[in-house]
């Protein structure tokens, strides 16, 4: 294991100090990046306005104008835990939002990680619009599907893309979808202070808009509005599996989803995966949501099907959440068992390249026809950490 200190600025820790903090929380503070006690103000007014993200007032405008229209909307997802928890914020909130609307109109597809590779696809649209949608909208994926973009539009789609990856670039010319509505922190000229978000956390900043566009529409008031902040401990899931920075603004969204699961309130599907995971919720950290939640939701797209895991969050019969749960686990299990013999046969694999003096080259580069797809991305995170070399598998 390699040590890599961090500094504190000391500039910092005096302003942390002056405020109250411990002297050893305020080194530990600004040694993470904190330089001022407001960011650790984790209160639901201190986050950033959905009105500064670029495109989230076109989006809410599209979404309502289909909900008003009775259009049907399909959410395509991502296969990670990230992209599970994006659709399920976005199945949940557009199904809260669109109720004193009497709208219900919602699908989702989720690609195959094999068979369908990353992203919207051609494909992929051409099958979002055989289901009788009229809108799509791409979570935690999209931002680089220019041809799948301009397939769904040829194809008489609405479209939606919001994603927290950066665009493409090529001839260093960046290269966006055209003739759609984009939300993402990251692509040009987008004024948002955080960059760290994942996919939940702006498909959130969608619903947060249009729930503002809709009240402004006079679907309901201040008073009567959806609580769209029950989705906070699904937001706060996916934002520390995708193991995106804690910024101050992604630490907020954790620090109020992991309250209201110590609260007991989260979907029925998260409660029993604590406890298939033998972990307590009302004493939830951001551990159990980084090793206990999020590889049983990961392994459902590495090995099966994200639909699994994506059901899992969405279902309010406890019995059925316990049944996916239950099944979760298991492919779980089996996942590890898998990369554990994956492990050793591409760590055996390695040690043929070892020189003479037994040291291992400057970077591995492995193949094997057997490694499962799913799963060598860990076996190669693994042997990295080990070799301490760029490793590809």
């Not at 201190?46 to 909307?73: E, V």
């Not at 969405?314 to 299990?333: G, P, V």
Request: glycine share 8%; with cysteine.
């Amino acid at each position: 294991m390699k040590l890599i200190p961090r500094d504190a600025p000391p500039r910092a820790v005096w302003a942390l100090e002056q405020a109250g903090i411990h002297p050893l929380l305020a080194r530990l503070y600004a040694a993470r990046g904190v330089q001022h006690p407001d960011e650790l103000d984790d209160a639901l007014t201190r986050l950033l306005p959905p009105a500064q993200m670029k495109g989230t007032t076109d989006a809410a405008r599209l979404l309502a104008d289909a909900m008003a229209a009775g259009l049907r909307i399909c959410i395509v997802a991502d296969y990670d835990c990230d992209g599970a928890t994006a659709c399920a914020v976005g199945l949940r909130g557009l199904r809260m939002l669109g109720q004193p609307l009497g709208f219900d109109r919602i699908d989702y597809l989720v690609p195959d990680r094999v068979a369908d590779g990353y992203g919207l696809t051609p494909s992929i649209a051409d099958r979002v619009k055989a289901r009788g949608a009229d809108v799509l909208v791409t979570v935690d994926n999209g931002i680089a599907s220019v041809d799948g973009v301009a397939h769904a539009r040829a194809l008489g789609l609405q479209v939606l893309v919001t994603d927290h990856h950066l665009p493409a670039v090529i001839n260093g010319q960046v290269q966006l979808p055209q003739d759609c509505v984009i939300v993402n922190p990251n692509q040009p000229g987008c004024p948002f202070e955080s960059k760290a978000m994942a996919g939940v956390g702006v498909m959130f900043y969608v619903l947060l808009a249009l729930r503002a566009e809709l009240r402004a529409r006079g679907a309901f008031d201040a008073s009567t509005q959806p609580r769209i902040d029950a989705l906070l401990p699904l937001v706060a899931l996916g934002t520390v599996a995708d193991v995106v920075r804690l910024d101050a603004h992604n630490r907020r969204l954790v620090a109020q989803g992991l309250r209201r699961i110590r609260a007991g309130a989260m979907p029925p599907g998260m409660a029993v995966l604590f406890q298939v995971a033998a972990r307590r919720p009302e004493a939830a950290t951001s551990f159990d949501l980084g090793f206990a939640l999020g590889p049983r939701l990961n392994a459902a797209g590495r090995l099966s099907d994200m639909t699994l895991g994506i059901e899992c969050l969405c279902t309010d019969d406890a019995s059925r959440a316990q049944e996916l749960a239950q099944a979760l686990d298991s492919i779980n299990r089996e996942r590890k068992t898998l990369e554990g013999d994956m492990r050793e046969q591409a760590l055996q694999l390695a040690e043929q390249l070892w020189d003479e003096a037994d040291t291992p080259p400057s970077a591995l580069c492995l193949f094997d026809p057997d490694f499962h797809e799913g799963v060598v991305g860990i076996v190669a995170a693994r042997l990295k950490d080990k070799l301490h070399r760029p490793t590809f598998v």
